[in-house]
């Protein structure tokens, strides 16, 4: 009886697991996923930065150093294959996929700019971090701002 059961279990465990692929095909899937796994890279460093600046992680010049390096080169890619047009929030299927507003991709888009100053926050961070906690703190600010201004206009809720 054991045994079946957890036959049974392991079957089901292998059909689940198997599933998703096919049931979760969508256009621009592999560009969708690259651009929100870049994001949540960019999110766990920021975060180890953000403990330091809060006093939640005692600060360390050449771990700060490290990571804000990590952002300076996030900041320094070529995303543009990430970005195709019609991989917006409002595409046929895309629903629940991405929370990439369609106006990333107007004519009068900002988006660009918008990284920009993402980018060069990160350099601000780079020179800084690692030179003190307060050097640290006063780039954390522009840095979370770059994040916010781009997701108010460009990411949905
Ligand atoms: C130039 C615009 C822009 C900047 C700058 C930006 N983001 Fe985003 N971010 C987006 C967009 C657009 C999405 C939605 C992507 C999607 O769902 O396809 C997103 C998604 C995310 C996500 C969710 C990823 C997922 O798993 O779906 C996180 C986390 C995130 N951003 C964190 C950050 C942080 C932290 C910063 C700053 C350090 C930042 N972002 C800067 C535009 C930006």
Redesign the pocket.
């Known amino acids: 009886m054991k045994m079946f059961v957890k036959a049974v279990l392991c079957a089901t465990a292998l059909t689940a697991a198997a599933a998703p692929a096919v049931a979760e095909d969508f256009a621009f899937k592999d560009q969708?996923e690259a651009?929100?796994g870049y994001?949540?890279m960019?999110?766990f460093n920021?975060g180890v930065l953000g403990e330091m600046a809060k006093g939640k992680r005692d600060y360390d010049a050449d771990l700060a150093q490290a990571i804000a390096n990590n952002l300076k080169n996030a900041g320094a890619m070529d995303n543009s294959l990430m970005w195709p047009k019609g991989s917006d929030m409002d595409a046929d299927g895309l629903s629940g996929h991405?929370?990439?507003k369609a106006d990333?991709w107007q004519a009068d888009s900002e988006?660009g700019a918008?990284?920009e100053d993402?980018a060069a926050a990160t350099e601000t961070m780079a020179a800084n971090a690692g030179q003190g906690l307060d050097a640290l703190r006063g780039a954390i600010g522009p840095?979370g701002k770059?994040?916010k201004s781009?997701?108010t206009d460009?990411?949905a809720k």
Request: aromatic letters at 18%; hydrophobic letters at 45%.
């Open positions: 969708i651009r929100q994001f949540q960019v999110k920021m991405t929370k990439a990333i988006v918008k990284f993402f840095l770059s994040c781009c997701h460009y990411r």
